[in-house]
């Protein structure tokens, strides 16, 4: 039985079980369809930083511990069943609440782990590695909506939200897309018309990650004009709201067990004690909480990549071909070598712009950057990941299948990668 060595040579696996590295190949095929999700450990690549810009090395490896046990036990091994099935697994929440998993930002006052962009980083790569699916589920219900009501909302909405949200008794989802504004979500449709104390609002929100199973929702509707940043609201919705339903759900390529729905707004009359801030402030806020929504989807890359790495690490060196492991060509040990120098980028990245989050800098530009390159390095890393494994990395008894095809989300949600370059290039340019 192998170890894997930290850069400092001790050995993790007497600390964490987990980066123990059990079969070899030719057992695979002795167990089972879908066995090979339990013989490759999760692992880290070399990952165990020196520093964690400005947070104490040892905590994070805590979190990081309980992240990666937590995923390995509960999440592990029902991965590719939930995958073909297509079922988001809500109870799952309760359980992850139980572990501040699904408040981690959230002050303890309101429920929350009360933890730092650092250890959010930390345990979504940690999920990530095992399933992007619960990843994105996480992302989304900690930056998205408990996110939106953390940094705007009124504290009588933060008493009655925010602590149901952070412990998981609640599912969170954050509607911005409509089916013909993705990009452009200046142009949106879904309306919210005054009348008396109420706002009736029509339309209807596409993509929204727990659009059938989240109990409340954050939706950013037009109340005022067409392009006018400041003719944006933001209300909260609860599940149950008369006018309030669920639509089509998506069959999606990857990320199959995050669910994916439709919310339809039709004659949906909501209290204006439900808005967000003022009348008007949806946009700007909406773009904020984007900026640190983006980190995670860079954390989430980071994780597949990561998972996909360190399967091709494995498999490169134990896969013999004409007499010699595959890893002695050099074809073979460049792509290693390709891919571990891009998952280091896309975490310093990533930390870089989660220490600028937890310091209250600016950090639009920088948050945009490591979501786009760790996005663009998942999709790179996975796809050589399966050439790597060969005919076998084509397969869903290999966790680089599903790698691969999970990875393409990062690049399109919470604005593709063609978006991250124009917010770069437009901040990089006008400085
Ligand atoms: C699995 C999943 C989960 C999601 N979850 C949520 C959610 O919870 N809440 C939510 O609100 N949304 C969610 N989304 C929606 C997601 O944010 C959008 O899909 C994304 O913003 C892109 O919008 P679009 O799909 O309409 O693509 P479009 O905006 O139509 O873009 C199509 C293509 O054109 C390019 N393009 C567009 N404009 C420009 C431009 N100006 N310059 C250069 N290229 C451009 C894009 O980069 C892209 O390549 C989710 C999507 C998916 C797939």
Not at 12 to 22: A, C, E, R
Not at 65 to 92: C, G
Not at 125 to 145: F, P, R, Y
Request: glycine letters at 10%; a neutral charge; charged letters at 20%.
């Amino acid at each position: 039985m192998q170890t894997m060595n930290t850069p400092y040579g001790s050995p993790l696996f007497t600390i964490f079980p987990s980066f123990k590295i059990h079969q070899c190949p030719e057992q695979f095929w002795a167990l089972g369809p879908f066995r090979p999700w339990f013989t490759f450990a999760t692992t880290s690549t070399r990952m165990t930083y020196p520093y964690y810009f400005g947070s104490n090395t040892d905590d994070l490896e805590m979190v990081r511990a309980s992240a990666r046990e937590f995923a390995e036990t509960h999440i592990k091994p029902h991965v590719m069943e939930w995958d073909e099935s297509q079922h988001f697994p809500a109870h799952l929440f309760k359980k992850m609440g139980e572990m501040g998993f699904t408040g981690v930002l959230v002050p303890e006052q309101y429920g929350g782990a009360g933890l730092n962009y650092q250890a959010y980083i930390t345990i979504i790569e940690e999920i990530a590695q095992v399933c992007g699916s619960i990843g994105l589920s996480t992302a989304a219900h900690n930056s998205l909506c408990t996110g939106h009501i953390m940094y705007f909302a009124s504290e009588v909405q933060k008493q009655k939200y925010l602590t149901k949200l952070a412990s998981g008794e609640w599912i969170g989802a954050w509607g911005l897309t409509e089916p013909n504004t993705g990009s452009d979500a200046l142009r949106m449709k879904c309306v919210a018309v005054k009348d008396g104390d109420y706002y009736v609002i029509n339309g209807t929100k596409c993509w929204i990650t727990h659009g059938i199973s989240g109990h409340v929702a954050v939706v950013l509707v037009r109340t005022g004009e067409l392009l006018d940043s400041r003719g944006i609201s933001a209300f909260i919705i609860e599940k149950g709201t008369p006018g309030f339903t669920s639509g089509k759900k998506e069959n999606k390529l990857g990320m199959r067990a995050s669910e994916t729905a439709e919310l339809i707004f039709d004659n949906c009359r909501i209290h204006k004690d439900q808005l967000i801030g003022k009348e008007g402030e949806g946009f700007i806020q909406a773009m904020k909480v984007l900026d640190g929504g983006r980190i995670s989807i860079a954390a989430l890359s980071l994780g597949i990549a990561k998972g996909a790495y360190a399967a091709s690490l494995k498999y490169a060196k134990e896969r013999q071909q004409f007499g010699k492991p595959i890893s002695s060509y050099q074809a073979i040990a460049f792509k290693l070598a390709d891919m571990a120098t891009k998952i280091e980028a896309s975490e310093l990245l990533t930390r870089q712009a989660g220490y600028l989050k937890d310091a209250g800098k600016p950090m639009t530009t920088e948050s945009a950057m490591a979501k786009y390159f760790a996005s663009e390095t998942a999709v790179e890393v996975s796809t050589d990941a399966v050439q790597v494994h060969g005919g076998y990395g084509y397969t869903k008894d290999f966790p680089v299948e599903k790698h691969y095809r999970d990875s393409k989300l990062c690049t399109i949600g919470e604005g593709t990668s063609e978006i991250q370059k124009l917010v770069i290039s437009r901040n990089i340019l006008r400085d």
